[in-house]
């Protein structure tokens, strides 16, 4: 049975898969969204519900990040968000783009990509500074 399954994906992408990342990957998928599912509505009811969209501002989100606990919380809404999302999208990638070539640039985007939003978004959350932030807008 093992021999038809390995033939079948030789056909279909030229190379037989080795190791577990597509495991992995399967079970990564299923846990960060049950973590997704009560950090994010967390955070659509705490910001929109318990403080109201009105009062959102600068002001609050200095005062939420001069808290090392709020920025964790960001932070890690930031991981769990962009890597459920960019491995969703490497899903995909891998059921409409078949030629090996054109797989690996897209792949390799998408993770430059990958990279770079979650250098600068975990940059922005770890090194704010509500002091720094308000002498760099006077």
């Known amino acids: 049975m093992n021999g038809n399954l390995n ?3 030789v056909n279909r992408r030229g190379r037989v898969p080795r190791g ?3 495991l992995y990957s399967w079970f990564f998928m299923r846990i960060s969204g049950v973590v997704l599912l009560v950090i994010a509505v ?5 910001m929109h519900f318990a403080i109201g969209v009105d009062n959102i501002d600068y002001d609050l989100v200095a005062e ?4 090392p606990l ?3 919380f960001d932070f890690f809404l930031l ?3 962009l890597t459920h999302g960019v491995n969703g999208f490497r899903a995909i990638l891998d059921d409409y783009v078949h030629r090996p070539g054109w797989s690996v640039f897209a792949k390799s985007m ?5 990279v770079a939003l979650l250098g600068i978004g975990a940059y922005v959350i770890l090194t704010f500074t ?6 760099a807008l006077s």
């Open 7 to 9: 033939r079948a994906f």
């Open 20 to 22: 577990n990342f597509e």
């Open 42 to 46: 967390f955070h659509l009811f705490y």
């Open 64 to 67: 939420r990040w001069g808290n």
């Open 70 to 72: 709020w920025k964790v």
């Open 79 to 81: 991981v769990f968000a």
């Open 110 to 114: 998408l993770f430059l990509v990958y």
């Open 130 to 135: 509500p002091e720094a932030a308000q002498a």
